[in-house]
C-alpha cells in the first residue's frame, strides 16, 4: 500500500513556476514508478509526465515538454514536478499517481490532489 500526498499547488500569473512535491509513505517506494496526471473543470483527468523507479526513462506529454520537469528522491519518498513558463490552460487539478510495474499501465495509487491555476 502507498499513500500519496500531494502539496505546492497554489496561484500564479502567466509565465511564473510552481513546484509540486509528492510525499509517498511505504517502503516499497523506491521500486514504484511515478507520474502526475491533471483533470482541468469539465475535463478528463490527463496524463502530464512519469518518470521510473531509477529515474532513467521520463516522458511528457506534448502539452507540457520542455516546460515541465518530474524528478524523484527515492531517499525521501517523494516525487517533484517542477513547472515553468506557466499558461491559464494548465490550470487544473494536479494529482501524483504510483504504478507498481510500468507506467504504460494504469495507476495503481492516487494522492487526493493539488489546485494549480494560472491567472492570465
Known amino acids: 500500500q502507498v499513500h500519496l500526498v500531494e502539496s505546492g499547488g497554489g496561484l500564479v500569473q502567466t509565465g511564473g513556476s510552481l513546484r509540486l512535491s509528492c510525499a509517498a509513505s511505504?517502503?516499497?517506494?523506491?521500486?514504484?514508478?511515478m507520474g502526475w496526471f491533471r483533470q482541468a473543470p469539465g475535463k478528463e483527468r490527463e496524463f502530464v509526465a512519469a518518470?521510473?523507479?531509477?529515474?532513467?526513462?521520463?516522458d511528457y506529454s506534448d502539452s507540457v515538454k520542455g516546460r515541465f520537469t518530474i524528478s524523484r528522491n527515492n531517499a525521501e519518498t517523494t516525487v517533484y514536478l517542477q513547472m515553468n513558463s506557466l499558461k491559464p490552460e494548465d490550470t487544473a487539478v494536479y494529482y501524483c499517481?504510483?504504478?507498481?510495474?510500468?507506467?504504460?499501465?494504469?495507476?495503481?495509487?492516487w494522492g487526493q490532489g493539488t489546485q494549480v491555476t494560472v491567472s492570465s
Open positions: 518518470i521510473t523507479w531509477n529515474s532513467r526513462r521520463i
Open positions: 499517481a504510483a504504478y507498481r510495474n510500468s507506467y504504460s499501465s494504469k495507476p495503481d495509487y
Open positions: 511505504g517502503r516499497t517506494f523506491s521500486t514504484y514508478a
